[in-house]
């Protein structure tokens, strides 16, 4: 079974500034893909980046990206030039990509982030 | 594309009623999925479908069943309605083969009371 952790239950940080959510996770898979979700008030779930694990090469969107550490099992999200509407719960979450857990999220706790003006 | 679209938005139950949560995707997508989100916590997979006919439990099953009649379609079942079932549900759905970005519905808000 796999397990996602996010020891940070609350984050702020000045709009502008950067800003870094932490993620660990515990599996046997050597091919799996990890992801990061933003969940705004509306409650809506938004796919922020994603990450696949034979790719050494870290992800990137525009002012997101991850630094993967494969042999430590973690994954940071990195926001650069916070914006107001960043404000959200921010998840990270994995799937394995082969097997019994192929196609099935596990997700962390959870980050709220909050940006102040 | 609607995209996945869940019905009601939000619910009140009386412990030990019964009601059903709907699901429809327009997107042709094979996998559909749902979760349970507790306050203040990350989503559950309840249970998910890989094509119409198949089904299967995820980490969360009991007190929930499903089925899947349709590529579009999947309904999830709540049976004898308990407090723990309060939660929000949410639906999802990928293509099969590319698993590796679900869409998400936006939620039905349950309470038990």
């Known amino acids: 079974a796999q397990t996602v952790t996010q020891s940070q239950p609350e984050m702020s940080v000045q709009e502008a500034e950067t800003v870094t959510l932490s993620c660990t996770y515990d599996t046997s898979e050597n091919n799996y893909y990890l992801f990061w979700y933003k969940q705004p008030p509306s409650r809506q779930m938004i796919l922020v980046i994603r990450?696949?694990?034979?790719?050494?090469q870290n992800a990137t969107e525009n002012r997101f990206s991850v630094n993967f550490q494969k042999a430590a099992k973690s994954f940071s999200l990195k926001i650069s030039d916070s914006q107001l509407g960043d404000t959200a719960m921010y998840f990270c979450?994995?799937?394995?990509?082969?097997?019994?857990?192929?196609?099935?999220?596990?997700f962390g706790q959870g980050t709220i982030l909050t940006v102040h003006p | 594309n609607a995209g996945v679209t869940q019905t009601p938005k939000f619910r009140i139950l009386k412990i030990g009623q019964s009601m059903t949560l709907q699901c429809t995707q327009d997107m042709n997508h094979n996998y559909m999925y749902w979760y349970r989100q507790d306050p203040g916590m990350g989503l559950k997979l309840i249970y998910y479908?890989?094509?119409?006919?198949?089904?299967d439990k995820g980490e969360v099953p009991n007190g929930y069943n499903v089925s899947r009649s349709t590529t579009e379609d999947f309904p999830l079942r709540l049976e004898l309605a308990a407090p723990s079932q309060t939660s929000v549900y949410f639906c999802?759905?990928?293509?099969?083969?590319?698993?590796?970005?679900?869409?998400f519905g936006p939620g039905t808000r349950l309470t038990v009371l």
């Open positions: 990450q696949e694990a034979y790719k050494q």
């Open positions: 979450a994995f799937t394995a990509a082969g097997g019994t857990s192929y196609g099935k999220l596990t």
């Open positions: 999802a759905s990928s293509l099969a083969g590319e698993v590796n970005e679900q869409f």
């Open positions: 479908s890989v094509g119409a006919g198949i089904t």
